[in-house]
């Protein structure tokens, strides 16, 4: 990928929370491009490192070393209020909770970082968005009375109404039913191949995973896997390799399980029900 490609990079990317004996290496030196114009999903166990990665990268949470490379600047160099005005104007964010303001209808919302920023909006991006999401009738109403997939769907045209150059998106399709998920995911999919958006998206599901153009697999804060054109299958199976892996490093034997915190457990069940 040469530099005029990259989205964004990060460059021996290392992050340590706390220090001493309870020092955690959440970031083991990460070396990754995302070029402009991809999709690509990051999957991995519960406390591996995928969301810190992202919070590093999007600026929101400081790296303990290494560069971080975004249109020609590292933003590890950046203070706090170049941070926050690049993130306004060329980074965008999907949360799994949506995060709408309940008293305002889905047009304000989806208009509020350029409220915000005393910005006016571009008409004709603003009704591209709106139709493309299918949200024209539902613009007067408040998030209380939509659907799960149509709050998703608010939240995604709000990420993208400043066109940031990248969005990143944590587990988008998290509180959505199975069919508002596939619609999400064939959104923010549309939106890589015709808008020209990079998308860099956390999900513990394989079948989301698939709507990516790039899977990469993050365990213990480093990259083990990075598949290009993922299908859910084959995403599965470098899950369970993995989890398989991390079990033989804790020198167990595998058919045992080990005590495992809720979030993990829950992924691997995840990851377990999509090969059903
Ligand atoms: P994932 O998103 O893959 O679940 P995280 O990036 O949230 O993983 O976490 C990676 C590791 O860093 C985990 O061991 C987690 O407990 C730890 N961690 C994350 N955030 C903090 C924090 N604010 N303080 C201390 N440890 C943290």
Known sequence: MNESNTAI?????????????GVVHALRGVDVAFAKGEFTAIMGPSGSGKSTLMHTLAGLDRATSGRILFEGDD???????????????????????FNLLPMFTAEANI??????????????????????LGLRRRLGHRPAEMSGGQQQRVAIARALITKPSLVFADEPTGNLDSVSSAETLAFLK??????????????????AASYADRAIVFADGRIVADEP??????????????????LAAESLPASIEPPTPPKRARAAHAAARHTR
Do not use: C
């Open 111 to 132: 208009l509020m970082p350029l409220t915000l920023a005393g910005a006016k909006a571009d008409r004709a991006w603003f009704d591209l968005l709106v139709d493309t």
């Open 190 to 207: 549309r939106s890589v191949d015709e808008l020209g958006q990079t998308i860099i998206m956390v999900t513990h599901d394989a079948v």
């Open 229 to 246: 054109h993922p299908t859910a299958d084959r995403m599965n199976l470098l899950l369970m390799e993995e989890r398989r892996a991390a």
């Open 9 to 21: 990079q990060a460059v021996g990317l290392v992050k340590d929370y706390g220090s001493g004996d």
């Open 75 to 97: 933003l590890t160099r950046m203070n706090d209020r170049q941070l926050t005005l690049l993130r306004r104007g060329k980074i965008g964010f999907i949360f799994q909770s």
